[in-house]
């Protein structure tokens, strides 16, 4: 397994920042592996909602579907899947003055022959999350509800 976490402080008060993250379509905004990012059905994000995530990575795409398996205050988590990776985004928010602190971490687990390329592509997450922590705080401060 891969796991990644970034400590990210986005300038607005933690209901805001949570509404923005709830809705995982708008991975796009701040996510630079994702490349679109659709939801499965109608409505406002709840437990159970699903999205349609294409990514890039090292240079191919693939799908992933996520699913918001976790909904309360201070915490949202989405779990990915297809046929090669499982993916889980734990997000974890706290007030810190007029901002928000959170948590950001992400884990990957590999099926089959993908195992294998596990110690190959660490580097290569910890890049992504690099780029998470700079692209979210700026996403989720322009956005407007």
Excluded: H, Q
């Excluded at 701040?30 to 294409?54: K, Y």
């Amino acid at each position: 397994m891969i796991s990644v976490e970034r400590v990210i402080v986005v300038r607005r008060p933690l209901a805001e920042v949570v509404a923005y993250l709830e809705d995982f379509g708008r991975a796009e905004e701040w996510d630079p592996g994702t490349v679109r990012c659709v939801g499965i059905g109608e409505g406002a994000p709840r437990p159970g909602s699903r999205w349609r995530n294409t990514s890039r990575f090292r240079g191919r795409t693939t799908e992933l579907e996520y699913e918001l398996v976790v909904r309360e205050p201070a915490r949202l988590v989405f779990s990915g899947r297809n046929r090669t990776v499982d993916a889980l985004d734990d997000l974890r928010f706290a007030e810190e003055g007029a901002a928000t602190r959170l948590v950001y971490r992400a884990s990957l687990s590999f099926k089959g022959f993908a195992r294998l390329a596990e110690p190959f592509l660490r580097g290569e997450f910890e890049r992504l999350g690099d780029g998470v922590a700079d692209r979210l705080p700026g996403a989720a401060e322009a956005w407007r509800p």
